[in-house]
């Protein structure tokens, strides 16, 4: 069945089988070679990066739990945990008690915004260093240091190590956590690190019946999709849960939905009243994402406010045409699935959309909105698209599922803090690190979009210094979002200035 992205060479298939990231990486998992950011963790004293590993307190209850994330999305994966409520707390069998289950449990955020969008790094065929920013996540989330501000020259040493970590990142998860899973092996540790997408996985399939037959649609970043890792593990876990029924697997990026929900001015810019020459989305030229005049109509885009860019004040006149806002990039990727599925002749109906990137659930209201405009859209009496639809399509958000496997874990090993206290959270979040003189950024602070994929994996360097939370490195529309979409979470961010 034809997908909206193939495997592209071997490190698309490094990926989906999550057993290497490149062919030298993969020999160093089976040798025990160190990286070099291996290296500089575990064995280079002078290091910026070292962490003592023989002496780390891995099994001390009273640790926090990490969880990273490319950018603020994955508060999502960390609002799921805020809010999960599935036993009874004080003798932890099965059952709701109106009490968060892990009220007790600190948590430590980091958004490693200054690098991502981290589903660039497979197209621009630097995976390798993907997989070494994962790898630095990790390490800050082991270690004790972090920046009091950009401007600081140097860290401070008051921050705990986790006793657990998720991977609140899908992209990171398909190319990153084989390595990081290799990586706690080689430094004796033994820490659960969590990943997104088999938990996804489940949660698509837990809305069909055994025998019944539809299609899932992936909605996620182009490198997860280039990764087929959810395409894999779906049809994994289908055999193996023993579902009989014709499930088809639509695959589609979101070039560009996570960079806009995270305001990155390459895709989107609130100030901008035209069309602009540093603009990498979906465009009328854009030869992997071309917007389709033809498709105006069913896009339905939203035109005022500048939420879209042209160069005419007719839309069928543009000859350039730009997204600038979130709402548009959600109408055009879901409309260029059901395209996708209409050139099938044998499409399942849509019964689940898996939302296989943690930025994309902040848009879950405009997900479902156009969902029902497109069920219900006809053209000539006929309607366009219902045949390819159940009438509710299921949103599916793999953080619940994470929740559950994390408590599982907990459990299991008798880590849960018994006297701990969510309130007492860390957020952290990287920017870029002005005090190296390699860095390149922009006129707005970030890197340059040439240095950030320009930078080779093994030259270990500090590119970026992680610092808390703080409105001066978060656009107000992200906290204006974060506040409505993830309330629990959002108090839980208490570093912020006001």
């Known amino acids: 069945m034809k997908t909206v992205t193939t495997l592209l060479g071997w490190i698309g298939m490094c990926a989906v089988l999550y057993s290497c990231n490149q062919t030298a990486g993969d020999s160093n998992r089976q040798t025990g070679v160190l990286s070099p950011i291996e290296q500089a963790i575990i064995t280079d004293t002078a290091s910026f990066y070292y962490v003592d590993v023989a002496a780390y307190p891995a099994h001390d209850e009273s640790l926090p739990i990490g969880v990273f994330d490319s950018g603020t999305g994955g508060l999502t994966v960390l609002d799921a945990l805020v809010r999960y409520d599935e036993n009874n707390n004080d003798n932890q069998t099965a059952g709701r ?106 949660g698509a399939l837990a809305a069909f019946g055994k025998d019944e037959s539809g299609s899932i649609g992936v909605f996620a970043t182009v490198g997860t999709i280039a990764s087929k890792g959810y395409e894999k593990t779906l049809m994994r876990i289908k055999d193996e849960l023993g579902y009989t029924g014709n499930i088809q697997v639509y695959n589609q990026g979101g070039h560009g ?34 917007i389709d005049k033809d498709l105006l109509d069913v896009y339905r885009f939203d035109f005022s406010g500048n939420k879209m860019l042209c160069d005419s004040e007719s839309a069928l006149d543009c000859s350039i ?6 709402e548009n990039y959600v109408r055009y990727y879901l409309v260029s699935l059901l395209e996708q599925m209409r050139k099938q002749p044998d499409a399942k109906p849509l019964k689940a959309l898996l939302l296989g990137c943690t930025h994309y659930p902040y848009l879950t209201d405009n997900i479902k909105q156009v969902l029902d405009e497109l069920y219900h859209f006809q053209e000539a009496g006929e309607y366009r698209y219902r045949h390819l639809m159940a009438e509710t399509v299921h949103i599916i ?54 240095y950030k994929y320009g930078r080779r994996a093994g030259e270990i ?34 570093t912020l200035n006001q």
């Not at 305001?263 to 030869?287: H, M, S, V």
């Not at 559950?404 to 007492?424: C, H, I, R, V, W």
């Not at 992200?478 to 979470?489: G, L, V």
């Open 97 to 202: 008690d109106e009490r968060p289950d892990f009220q007790k449990e600190k948590f430590i955020y980091l958004a490693d915004q200054a690098n991502m969008p981290y589903g660039n790094y497979h197209s621009e065929q630097k995976s390798d260093l993907l997989v070494e920013h994962t790898i630095k996540d990790v390490q800050f989330l082991l270690s004790n240091r972090y920046y009091p501000q950009a401007s600081s020259v140097e860290p401070s040493g008051r921050k705990q190590p986790v006793k657990a970590i998720v991977i609140a990142c899908n992209t990171a998860t398909a190319y990153g956590k084989a390595a990081i899973d290799a990586f706690m092996e080689k430094a004796g540790l033994n820490i659960p690190v969590i990943g997104v997408i088999d938990a996804g996985a489940r």
């Open 321 to 326: 045409m730009q997204l600038n806002d979130t």
């Open 257 to 290: 939905v996570a960079e806009a929900v995270d305001e990155e001015p390459d895709f989107i810019d609130r100030r901008a009243t035209a069309p602009r020459p540093n603009y990498r989305g979906p465009a009328l030229d854009n030869k992997s994402y071309a």
């Open 397 to 450: 958000d793999p953080a619940e599922n994470v929740a559950d496997e994390l408590y599982t874990y907990l459990k299991a090993q008798q880590l849960f803090n018994p006297a701990g206290d969510m309130t007492s959270s860390e957020f952290y979040i990287s920017v870029p690190n002005t005090h190296n003189s390699n860095v390149k950024t922009d006129k707005s602070g970030h890197f340059t979009y040439d």
């Open 461 to 494: 360097q500090e590119y970026v210094k992680v610092v808390p939370f703080d409105y001066s490195n978060i656009p107000a529309e992200t906290i204006e979002r974060m506040k409505t979409a993830i309330p629990q979470t959002f108090r839980l961010i208490n």
